[in-house]
């Protein structure tokens, strides 16, 4: 079945470690996705890409880097500059940036 | 800019009772809407959508009709379930904006 696969599902990070949250999709999709959610806060955009080899900054891009080498691959790392990262990471994908958002099921960071 | 205000939640209803949510926007141009809902340690599913005025999306018994005229893209459902227990998202995507703004999300528990 085609879909997004975003690992692990709980992440720890230790004071001044870089983690990195994975996100594969096999829906041959164009665009992919970050975002964090904190409670009461709805969805916060990280970072998007529209196609291979090029990625835009979201709303809250700071301390925060990403890749994308590969169509079907978007990792997140959460670098040490990211001084509160306590919170739950959603991939997403889509065939465009204004059409309806596939989503994985999320990444539980925490800190030590 | 573009933004989408939920109803403060959570919401708590009895199994069979009548639901509302409501979602007003502020956007340029002609947005198209969308409902996501998200269900307990999962990531967002959409659950409808409208791109133009007085569309009206509906899935699994629930409706959303667009208003352009008060800007609102309120989520209904006649009877709710226990399982309809979960986070529901508005959101909206423009021209111009090359993205999904969310809304806050509004936590709704049904109780038997």
Redesign the interface.
């Known amino acids: 079945d085609g879909g997004i696969t975003q690992s692990p599902k709980y992440l720890f990070r230790k004071e001044g470690q870089n983690v990195t949250l994975s996100c594969e999709q096999n829906l041959n999709h164009d665009a992919m996705y970050w975002y964090r959610q904190d409670p009461g806060q709805g969805l916060r955009l990280i970072y998007y890409s529209q196609i291979v080899n090029d990625f835009q900054k979201g709303d809250i891009a700071e301390g925060y880097s990403v890749s994308r080498e590969k169509k079907e691959s978007f990792p997140l790392t959460v670098t040490s500059a990211q001084k509160n990262p306590t919170a739950f990471y959603l991939c997403a994908s889509s065939t465009g940036l204004r059409e309806k958002l596939f989503f994985g099921s999320g990444t539980q960071l925490s800190v030590l | 800019g573009n933004s989408v205000t939920q109803m403060e939640g959570p919401v708590t209803l009895s199994e069979e009772a009548f639901l509302t949510i409501n979602c007003t926007y502020t956007a340029t141009g002609y947005p198209?809407l969308?409902w996501?809902v998200q269900y307990p340690?999962?990531?967002?599913?959409?659950l409808l959508?409208a791109t133009k005025a007085d569309d009206k999306g509906s899935n699994k018994g629930f409706e959303a009709t667009y208003r352009k005229e008060t800007t609102s893209f309120h989520l209904e459902k006649g009877s709710v379930q226990v399982s309809d227990s979960a986070v529901y998202?508005c959101a909206l995507?423009?021209?111009g904006a090359?993205?999904?703004v969310?809304?806050?999300?509004t936590r709704l528990t049904i109780n038997p």
């Not at chain 2, 340690?41 to 959409?46: M, R, S, T």
């Not at chain 2, 969310?102 to 999300?105: A, M, P, S, V, Y």
Request: charged share 15%.
């Open positions: 198209s969308f996501y340690g999962e990531g967002l599913q959409l959508k998202f995507s423009s021209w090359q993205k999904l969310f809304g806050q999300g």
